[in-house]
């Protein structure tokens, strides 16, 4: 009886969570006109946006890229901006919960002509679901007291910056299951208890995502 009522519970959150928000995602697709892309850059992935959809929500800090896109990735503090981290990094950031950055980059031309060694997916979303995808990640950025992005240092591509995150970074909360996360906020119809790899995040955006590059 103890294993019925632990499973159960279990089995409904993993359905759950890739049922689509019909009021966010319809069906219908003609409703839905917003591009946003899921990109793999091997072993962790990122989300891209127009600009101008969440440009007004990153307010105050001079050192917040400029672009006709912005992308955003999700990873340890430490790990992540580190050119070479080594295993010592890697190993602290799978057993330690440890502070988080976003690099946030800004790109000129759309990611798949940007990164043209990674896997891109573009999948359109309402314009309320692009509401809920900006908040979502404004959410994830801290602040400082008169409400700017804390910047962290210099990104790892041209055009890019690391700005220190809200959250803890611990398994299996990682960049994966981040970039999962901001996708169901659209709507979408992902299944965040899976995506803990980026082929997974990659395989469950082309279900119903436009593949614009593959590698």
């Not at 955003?72 to 190993?91: A, I, N, S, T, V």
């Not at 709507?187 to 990659?202: Q, R």
Request: proline share 6%; net charge negative; charged share 15%.
């Amino acid at each position: 009886m103890l294993r019925v009522g632990f499973i159960l519970p279990l089995l409904i959150m993993l359905i759950g969570c890739h049922q689509a928000h019909t009021d966010l995602y319809p069906d219908e697709a003609s409703l839905r006109t917003v591009p946003v892309f899921v990109i793999s850059h091997g072993w962790h992935t990122a989300i891209a946006v127009e600009e101008v959809y969440i440009r007004d929500r990153l307010s105050g800090n001079g050192q917040i890229p400029g672009g006709n896109y912005l992308m955003f990735e999700w990873g340890d503090g430490k790990y992540f901006p580190h050119d070479e981290p080594g295993f010592g990094l890697l190993l602290r950031a799978a057993l330690l919960p440890t502070s988080s950055v976003i690099q946030v980059t800004g790109l000129i031309y759309r990611p798949d002509s940007s990164f043209p060694n990674s896997d891109v997916v573009q999948i359109n979303v309402t314009v309320e679901g692009i509401q809920e995808l900006s908040e979502f990640i404004a959410s994830e950025f801290s602040k400082n007291p008169e409400g700017q992005l804390i910047y962290a240092e210099t990104g790892l591509y041209p055009n890019s910056s690391f700005f220190k995150g809200e959250k803890l970074y611990f398994l299996p909360r990682t960049s994966n299951s981040w970039t999962a996360k901001a996708l169901y906020k659209t709507g979408y119809p992902i299944n965040k208890a899976y995506a803990l790899t980026a082929e997974n995040v990659i395989q469950q955006a082309k279900k119903e995502g436009i593949v614009l590059q593959q590698n």
